[in-house]
């Protein structure tokens, strides 16, 4: 469906990207997951043609964004980062005046405004004016006026940013409807939960780089990163760690009478370590686990935090 190849642009002296390259099939989520000036922004203007990149080619079911300009826009819904909406107009008005500029007949355009308000939670509220809504309840609408001309693909540049959990949890949800319903949709977001909730695949995009992408098993696999098992002991002076040890060698020492191993599952090897523990006189105060997860694995692989 989506096929980006050695995509790079720079503005001036800044390197936005570089040598950016994946595809996505037909109907699934895939994630931009890094932090502001990573080039998830950048990519997405490329995407649906606003911004021409220096080097590389990208195709949209087939046509090329950059001399199939108009295809590519009728392929494509962008919900931007900003609220681009009107105010003083009601929803319906926002979701027709955006509709009309895909040049749909106006019956058929109410038709898809109002199921379009419908997906998104808001046809009890469709006559209100914008200036009324809630941040979340805006985004939504946002999303809503990217669909009406029924695009394959859906582009979301951080669809979420600065709403209440609440609202984030409504926009998930629309979101996961218009998957359902087999749009493609790329999802740029700097929180690692939304990535881990709604994304099937997941690129990790840092300074313009996409450092690695699959899906969450496949990111675990390539950091490397292991799930982590910490028992407190009550005394490690009578346990028997080197006999433990024949059969975990990972297990190590981690302070005062505190175990910890590093596991490749949690669920497999959390059972056996602690009978042996047992057996060989440890007696388990308390038990902690951190199972691998995306945060992990950003960690792992850039070294860092991810910042706002």
């Not at 390259?21 to 043609?49: D, H, M, Q, R, V």
Request: include cysteine.
């Amino acid at each position: 469906m989506i096929n980006v190849s050695n995509v790079s642009k720079s503005f001036g002296d800044i390197q936005a990207l570089q040598q950016v390259s994946f595809e996505i099939k037909e109907g699934e989520i895939y994630g931009l997951l890094g932090p502001n000036g990573a080039g998830k922004s950048t990519t997405i203007n490329i995407l649906n043609t606003l911004l021409k990149p220096d080097e590389g080619e990208v195709y949209i079911n087939g046509l090329n964004v950059q001399t199939q300009k108009e295809g590519c826009k009728m392929l494509i819904g962008v919900v931007p980062q900003e609220i681009a909406l009107y105010s003083e107009l009601s929803a319906f008005e926002n979701v027709m005046f955006w509709g009309g500029l895909y040049n749909l007949p106006k019956a058929a355009l109410k038709e898809k405004a109002l199921k379009a308000l419908e997906l998104v939670g808001l046809s009890d509220r469709k006559n209100d004016r914008i200036k009324t809504y809630s941040g979340g309840m805006k985004r939504r609408i946002n999303i809503a006026s990217s669909i009406l001309h029924d695009p394959k693909v859906i582009l979301m540049d951080e669809p979420t940013v600065g709403v209440d959990p609440q609202s984030r949890n409504h926009v998930f949800e629309v979101i996961e409807n218009l998957n359902k319903e087999g749009k493609t949709i790329i999802y740029t977001t700097h929180y690692m939960e939304e990535a881990e909730r709604l994304c099937d695949r997941i690129a990790i995009i840092d300074l313009g780089q996409i450092i690695a992408q699959g899906d969450l098993k496949e990111l675990k696999e390539i950091s490397k990163v292991k799930d982590i098992l910490t028992l407190q002991l009550a005394n490690l002076d009578s346990f028997n760690m080197e006999t433990v040890k024949n059969k975990f060698p990972d297990l190590q020492q981690n302070g005062n009478n505190s175990l910890l191993i590093e596991c490749n599952d949690l669920n497999k090897e959390v059972s056996g370590l602690i009978k042996l523990i047992q057996e060989h006189k440890g007696e388990i105060e308390s038990i902690e686990t951190h199972k691998a997860n995306l945060e992990s694995v950003f960690l792992k692989l850039t070294g860092k935090q991810l910042r706002d």
